[in-house]
């Protein structure tokens, strides 16, 4: 057995995201979401559910950040729900709403955990969606001006902001295949929301770079690609190259670009956009969970990946393990991705998600004794230093989710949590995984 010790200052972390904890959805000014409408469109959601109520989080902010601090986490990334700062998303901030994030900085901070604010994850207010979302530049535009608002409260106590949440997920399938909010299927309004939320991404940085914020980055989810070589590459422009690029080195990938030609001519581009999108940020996150299989299909018609796959399938090998999501565990893509990400662009990175839903609950003892989740994380935080002695600079691993939540369109049907959440009482109870996830953090590293 073999101790894997980390590089001192690596930070230790959760994760959660504010319509999938929070609840509230009604109180103190709070508009509606795109997920709230969403979710009350009927067949959109598993069993109608939303995160009306969720885990109350909005409610139980001392008991969660006790929580948090009982497991000796450094370091807790949330997101700030756009519509409970602006409830129509225009406008002068909603006091309420900025005063709940701004106990909530302070109950960390007095913790000894370092927060981590996420701008946007996927709760675009109603509002904009009904002048056409994230398809549209005056998004962008206007989630400066949001960032800008809570950057001028918060950022004297953030330790790192994070502008978007898996710009991926938001723009093709929110618009591409219409699997989540706002429930779109238009692969042009896709790849301009590509774009807009690229630009989103950039404003917002200059505008908390100019409210005081030390520290500044984006997460995006890119996919390890396995398998033949054109249909590799074919993939890794729409799920990585699209975002990577322009945000790293200011350009588009002049091969996603032609692939998508059938769909849109790109004139949404405008002059100085790429210089907007391409300003210097600090550490680049990264969430990860499997790799994707990929070869070639001739007649194939485009994946779920996004527009300009057409030709291309998606398969898994034999003899693998699934998560409840029916996802492949694979913790070797995640050094590949973190190796590839440090040779093809040289930023640092942090692992800002990572983790497994399985359906285990409380056995007859009341323990939640979740021995696949446990091993999940073994391996990928395995993964992690693997990377780190491949040359990778990584800078921190942050477990999805702190507790069970509501899983999007899955409802409350997938529990991601390393602690149990019971809906009907909202008791919390750490499972073996947190356990284990706490002696990882008090030795800085774990046996293999």
Request: hydrophobic share 40%; with cysteine; aromatic share 10%.
């Amino acid at each position: 057995m073999t101790q894997l010790t980390f590089p001192q200052g690596f930070l230790w972390g959760t994760a959660t995201a504010s319509y999938q904890i929070e609840g509230a959805a009604g109180e103190d000014g709070r508009g509606p979401s795109i997920w709230d409408t969403f979710s009350a469109t009927p067949g959109k959601t598993w069993r109608g559910q939303s995160g009306a109520v969720a885990c109350d989080h909005y409610h139980r902010v001392d008991e969660d950040v006790a929580l948090m601090a009982s497991l000796g986490v450094d370091t807790y990334r949330f997101s700030i729900a756009w519509p409970r700062i602006q409830p129509d998303g225009t406008g002068p901030a909603n006091p309420k709403g900025l005063d709940f994030y701004d106990r909530l900085v302070d109950k960390l901070v007095a913790a000894g955990i370092k927060p981590m604010p996420t701008l946007y994850h996927w709760d675009l207010p109603q509002s904009f969606e009904d002048r056409g979302g994230w398809p549209e530049r005056e998004t962008a535009e206007r989630f400066a001006d949001y960032a800008a608002i809570v950057g001028a409260r918060l950022s004297d106590r953030v330790h790192t902001w994070w502008t978007l949440n898996e710009p991926w997920c938001s723009a093709f399938l929110g618009y591409g295949n219409g699997h989540h909010a706002p429930g779109r299927t238009e692969p042009a309004a896709a790849l301009a929301a590509v774009h807009h939320l690229n630009l989103a991404h950039g404003l917002a940085v200059q505008a908390l770079r100019g409210a005081g914020a030390e520290q500044v980055s984006i997460v995006l989810n890119p996919t390890q690609c396995r398998g033949e070589e054109e249909a590799v590459r074919v993939v890794d422009g729409i799920a990585n190259r699209v975002f990577f690029d322009p945000i790293l080195l200011g350009q588009y990938p002049a091969d996603v670009i032609e692939r998508t030609q059938h769909h849109t001519d790109w004139s949404f581009v405008k002059e100085g956009d790429l210089e907007a999108i391409n300003q210097p940020i600090d550490v680049l996150g990264i969430n990860y969970y499997s790799p994707t299989w990929l070869r070639a299909k001739p007649g194939e018609p485009e994946s779920d990946v996004g527009p300009g796959t057409i030709g291309v399938e998606t398969y898994t090998p034999d003899g693998l393990e699934f998560t409840d999501m029916g996802w492949a565990v694979d913790a070797t893509g995640l050094t590949d991705l973190l190796v590839r990400i440090h040779k093809d662009y040289g930023i640092a990175t942090m692992i800002t998600e990572n983790g497994a839903a399985y359906p285990t609950g409380p056995g007859e003892d009341g323990e939640v004794h979740d021995e696949e989740r446990v091993a999940y994380l073994r391996s990928h935080i395995a993964a992690v230093h693997d990377a780190i002695e491949a040359g990778a600079d990584v800078r921190g691993y942050t477990a999805w989710s702190l507790m069970d939540n509501f899983e999007w369109a899955f409802g409350y049907d997938k529990r991601f949590g390393i602690v149990h959440v019971d809906y009907a009482t909202q008791q919390r109870t750490p499972k073996d995984s947190a356990k284990f996830y706490s002696k990882v953090i008090a030795d800085n590293g774990l046996d293999r």
